[in-house]
């Protein structure tokens, strides 16, 4: 029972999060529980608990009396999230070599499949595809620490934030499916170091993309307004 409602949970949560990114729920959107309890044919129990994971994203704020709702996206708490995670990843890299054979084939899959979604352009199978790929690394370093700390940052929900938001600014997304190659060579070759740098570059990359000024906080599924350039 407990199996079956976290994939209720995790069902209601993706089609919260999916009507946040298309639109569907802009920000200031109240969300009730029995509303989408009965969509979702089933009880309030997954909705709650699907509610407060979206809380702790910080994509939706409930407060007492006034229920739940749709709010901006933070672009500083996303920032603060991927610093986190370019330190677990490099150092993952590092401890990852030598990778078994099971693992960089299934390093290949994933770089396969964010491929095909960006040529599909189903960004959703992409995202999908990218955190794939950072968890199995994460995975592959043997340090349960690591993936517990991983984990619980949502990357799943998370990167479908940020491939939104990089679509929105116009960035081509082909060089970062390079950069995972690239990884997935060095690996291959033993080179930790090389993988973890590639990495960190790689994470480097999206937050210059996806934050052209600290201070500006840019609302779901609504183009970003430049206030100033930024600053070098």
């Known amino acids: 029972m407990k199996i079956r409602r976290t994939c209720m949970r995790d069902e209601v949560r993706d089609l919260v999060v999916e009507r946040i990114l298309d639109g569907s729920y802009p920000a200031g959107t109240r969300l009730k529980e029995l509303a989408l309890a009965a969509e979702c044919n089933v009880s309030q129990a997954p909705v709650r608990e699907a509610l407060r994971e979206l809380e702790a994203l910080g994509l939706v704020q409930s407060e007492r009396y006034r229920g739940t709702r749709v709010r901006t996206a933070d672009i500083m708490q996303l920032r603060e999230a991927y610093e986190l995670r370019a330190l677990l990843e490099e150092r ?6 030598p990778c078994s054979a099971q693992v960089l084939k299934a390093l290949h899959t994933e770089v396969k499949r964010m491929r095909r979604g960006l040529s599909r352009h189903d960004y959703g199978m992409h995202a999908e595809a990218a955190a794939a790929f950072h968890r ?3 995975a592959a370093s043997g ?3 690591f993936l517990h700390a991983w ?3 949502h990357w799943e929900v998370r990167s479908r934030i940020v491939g939104q938001q990089l679509h929105e600014r116009g ?6 499916v390079d950069g995972h190659a690239e990884i997935v060579a060095l690996l291959e070759k033993d080179d930790g170091v090389g993988a973890g740098r ?4 790689l994470i480097e990359q999206v937050l210059r993309a996806i934050e052209p000024d600290r201070a500006l906080v840019i609302p779901i599924a609504q183009k ?9």
């Open 136 to 138: 199995l690394l994460v």
């Open 143 to 145: 340090n349960a620490t």
């Open 198 to 201: 590639r990495l960190r570059e």
């Open 151 to 153: 984990d619980s940052l």
């Open 92 to 97: 993952s890299a590092q401890l990852a070599v």
């Open 224 to 232: 970003p307004v430049r206030r100033r350039p930024a600053q070098a």
């Open 171 to 176: 960035v081509d997304m082909r060089s970062f």
